[in-house]
Structures are given as C-alpha cells and as structure tokens.
C-alpha cells in the first residue's frame, strides 16, 4: 500500500501535557507524599505520582472504583505476599480490600490512576477516612495557597 492509498488519520484533540516537574509533592506524613497530575473530569477520579520511604504502610483500605498503579522505583509487599518491584503494574478492582508495605531501602514512586475513591477502615470495615478527586484537588489548592504557588490547571 502507497502513502496515497492509505485513510487519512482523523482530526485529534489536542493532547494536555502535565510537566509533573511543575506540580509540587504534597506530604501526607513524614514517610508518605503525593504530586498531582490529573484530576479528571466530573470527579471521576485522579491521577498521582505516590511516593513512600522504605517501612511505611499504607493501611487498610478499600477502593470504591478500580485502580492502575506502575511502580516506578522501590518495592512494596502487597498483604497477599506479592512484592511489587520496579516496572511492576497492578490492577485493583472496585471493592478490593487491602494494605501493604515499602519494603528494601529504596523510595517506592508509582504512578497511580484511581477512579472513584480509597476509603482507608478500621478491621470490621468502617470508613475512617476518604482519598477521592475532590478532597484530593482541595488538598492540592490549599497546598497551593499555603505556599503562595500557581494553582496548575490539571482538569479536563
């Protein structure tokens, strides 16, 4: 087939391009912190560059909608036994239960897609706390402001 022969490509939208160099990383504790890159639209969900020191645990949580997370560097233990290393991508489903665990002595940084919510329980399942698009973005603005930093257009 000739370059003439072949079907035009049809128009595209124009890409939105998130320098993650520009979005600040906003700690959550002392060995957990999160950057933004997307929250999408309609509050379905968000987009975030996870970062954890070797030791901590991300406790009990369950996850209202599914989740794609790719390890970038570091490694973590899921509670089954799993260990999740570099180049590693795992997939949760809506209504999966979990906790795990950074484990070796290296920083564990995974980009992660989250739609719908995380809800972190206690052991008989109630909700103590809720991770979702919005109470995300408001952490994002008020890290913002307290900074005096550019809230980023990082919808749509």
Known sequence: MNASSRTPLPDFLPAR???????PWIPVSAEKSWKPLRFLPDGRGFVELLRMTPGAVMPLHRHTGEIHAYNLTGSRTLCTGEVVGPGDYVYEPPGNTDWWKVTGTEEMVALVVVMGAVE???AAGNVKSR??????????????RRHGWPVLDLTG
């Open 120 to 122: 972190f329980v206690d």
């Open 17 to 23: 391009v998130a320098a993650a160099g520009d979005t």
């Open 131 to 144: 991770a979702d698009a919005h109470s995300q973005w408001e952490s994002y603005l008020d890290h913002c």
